[in-house]
């Protein structure tokens, strides 16, 4: 057989492939960056900044059923794993776990994950059931791909803390770490779903993060929260948005933030629909204030 080439990643299409080429490594340093494909320069600075730490770096490429919901846009997601691979290839990527659903969830499948505080509100909220898929299928990843590092966006900055609990209430021995938001350059946070918005609604898409920025701005120069979110909730309705929550909680507990207490980092999030698609962003403030509560993000 003629060896392996190196500047090709292995393609690990079911769980039992996945584990035999785990177990074929000799160390143990192996980083991980989940997805569902579609891959744009957001998920390229996941691969790009974790690839110096780690002897393998694995890529998954999964859509997950489990996290979305009957009437979601499972089927309409983007694939598009030929370009994937172009991009995987240039980031150093060494295997990509390419499941099937089957694989995943063969019939009879029944045991989830629940994290039950942090995923409550939020996106928690607005889509029932998401988070449970989300730890559910990030749990059964961390499983076959044993990694000793995984990087997620803060841009689904929910997603990133919920699985930052899960790793540190199930001792996983795995550490769990952020990286900030990558955005277009007038702002808009990149994301596989940014395809679906017509000319006319990219143009306005931007204006979710210069809302937020707004609303960050007036709470850090001592506005009350809920008048600078009404105001840059207002303004997004106006340009034509549906807001479906735009909430400041702290972090990392993401409960409602007590006004009082000024030193936790916050978390302003927002979540719209424009026209036919969902686009969600936030902002941290004092994302820095994070360390003191063992949580690394990479800003
Ligand atoms: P997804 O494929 O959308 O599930 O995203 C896979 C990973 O890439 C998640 O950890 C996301 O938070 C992260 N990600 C997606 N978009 C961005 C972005 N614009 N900047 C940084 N990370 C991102």
Redesign the pocket.
């Known amino acids: 057989m003629p060896p392996a080439d190196p500047s090709t990643p292995a393609i690990l299409n079911s769980p039992a492939e996945m584990r035999a080429w785990r177990r074929s490594l000799r160390s143990d340093s192996v980083g991980f ?6 891959l ?1 320069p ?2 390229a ?2 691969l790009r900044r974790l690839r110096p730490r780690c002897d393998s770096l694995v890529l998954s490429i999964f859509v997950n059923p489990t996290q979305f919901g009957p009437n979601e846009d499972l089927s309409k997601y983007p694939r598009t794993f030929e370009e994937d691979l172009v991009l995987a290839r240039a980031c150093g990527v060494d295997a990509i776990f390419y499941p099937t659903p089957q694989t995943m969830y063969p019939v009879g499948f029944s045991t989830y994950v629940n994290e039950e505080q942090l995923s409550q509100g939020l996106c928690g909220a607005a889509r029932p059931g998401h988070f449970r898929g989300v730890t559910t299928v990030v749990l059964k990843l961390f499983n076959l791909v044993e990694p000793r590092v995984a990087y ?5 900055a929910q ?2 803390f919920v699985l930052h609990k899960m790793a540190r209430d199930l001792d996983l021995d795995v550490s769990v770490e952020g ?5 277009e350059a007038d702002g808009l ?4 779903r940014n395809r679906f918005l017509t000319a006319e609604e990219r143009l306005l898409a931007p204006r979710i993060h210069a809302a937020l920025k707004d609303a960050a701005h007036q709470i850090e120069s001592g506005q009350a929260h809920q008048a600078a979110l009404n105001a840059a909730s207002l303004a997004l309705a106006h340009e034509g948005f549906r807001v479906q929550y735009l909430d400041c909680l702290e972090l990392p507990s993401l409960r409602m933030h007590n006004e009082a207490t000024h030193s936790s980092p916050l978390l302003i999030a927002v979540a719209a629909h424009l026209g036919s698609t969902r686009l969600i962003d936030n902002i941290i403030v004092h994302p820095e204030r994070l360390a003191a509560h063992g949580i690394q993000v990479h800003l």
């Open positions: 960056v989940p997805t569902m494909g579609a744009h957001g998920h600075e996941l997620f966006g803060l841009k689904d997603q990133f990286v900030a938001t990558v955005r946070a990149m994301s596989s």
